[in-house]
Nanobody, 126 residues
Framework: QVQLVESGGGLVQAGDSLRLSCAASGGTFSRYRTVGWFRQAPGKEREFVAAWSGGTAYYTDSVKGRFTISRDNAKNTVYLQMNSLKPDDTAAYYC????????????????????WGQGTQVTVSS
């Protein structure tokens, strides 16, 4: 069974950058046509951040222009490059994957992602 493992979180200051990684162990990312990143702040619901499906990247409005999702099948890894971080970006970040493609709003539905990692914490201080 494929396990997704996130890494790269940490404590940074506003304006800094971080790159999150999501590695697939026990299998390959190639079986997943869609990979995504979600985040959950304390007391809030888990929300969509970004997804990569069929060569197209999708982002929630609050991270457009600051975050970039990418995947490297050769390394079995998906990345989320986060630049110009803000305190509002503070959350636990989760990698998720699904076998099928998605597009537009369909990529935002967390219940459509059956496979999840355990999360990595990102804290941005002001």
């Amino acid at each position: 069974q494929v396990q997704l493992v996130e890494s790269g979180g940490g404590l940074v200051q506003a304006g800094d950058s971080l790159r999150l990684s999501c590695a697939a162990s026990g299998g390959t990312f190639s079986r997943y046509r869609t990979v995504g990143w979600f985040r959950q702040a304390p007391g809030k619901e888990r929300e969509f951040v970004a997804a990569w499906s069929g060569g197209t990247a999708y982002y929630t409005d609050s991270v457009k222009g600051r975050f970039t999702i990418s995947r490297d099948n050769a390394k079995n890894t998906v990345y989320l490059q986060m630049n110009s971080l803000k305190p509002d970006d503070t959350a636990a970040y989760y990698c998720a994957a699904r076998a099928g493609y998605c597009s537009g709003y369909g990529c935002r539905l967390r219940n459509d992602y059956p496979d999840w990692g355990q999360g990595t914490q990102v804290t941005v201080s002001s």
